[in-house]
Nanobody
Framework: QVQLVESGGGLVQPGGSLRLSCEAS????????IGWVRQAPGKEREGVSC????????YYTDSVKGRFTISRDNAKSTVYLEMHSLKREDTAVYYC?????????????????????WGQGTQVTVSS
């Protein structure tokens, strides 16, 4: 059974940092590119970052470039999103997502091909 479980969200002050984790089970993570998507209240889902299967293709949406870093540890079946210099506008539920195996990230959408499996999400709230 394919499962993605996010963790690491929470309440943080502006300028603070968090590290999100996405632990995968039920499938070989190294076959897949992994994306992070967020959704703020009243807004559409937004692709935040994506890391390709081998880690060579990495993309970020413009608003997080220089502040967020995506990485993966295939041996631990886990993908991370390090977030620094957090801003109020980063407040959202963050999801990890996988799509078709053996496909690279799509730079235009900062996402995976045919998003199929989603985690339950982890809330990130940036507030003083």
């Amino acid at each position: 059974q394919v499962q993605l479980v996010e963790s690491g969200g929470g309440l943080v002050q502006p300028g603070g940092s968090l590290r999100l984790s996405c632990e995968a089970s039920g499938f070989p993570l190294h076959y897949y590119s992994i994306g992070w998507v967020r959704q703020a209240p009243g807004k559409e889902r937004e692709g935040v970052s994506c890391i390709s299967r081998g880690g060579g293709g990495i993309y970020y949406t413009d608003s997080v470039k220089g502040r967020f870093t995506i990485s993966r540890d295939n041996a631990k079946s886990t993908v991370y999103l390090e977030m620094h210099s957090l801003k109020r506008e980063d407040t959202a539920v963050y999801y990890c997502v996988v799509g078709e195996p053996w496909r690279e990230c799509v730079e235009e959408t900062i996402g995976v091909v045919r998003p199929t499996y989603w985690g339950q999400g982890t809330q990130v709230t940036v507030s003083s």
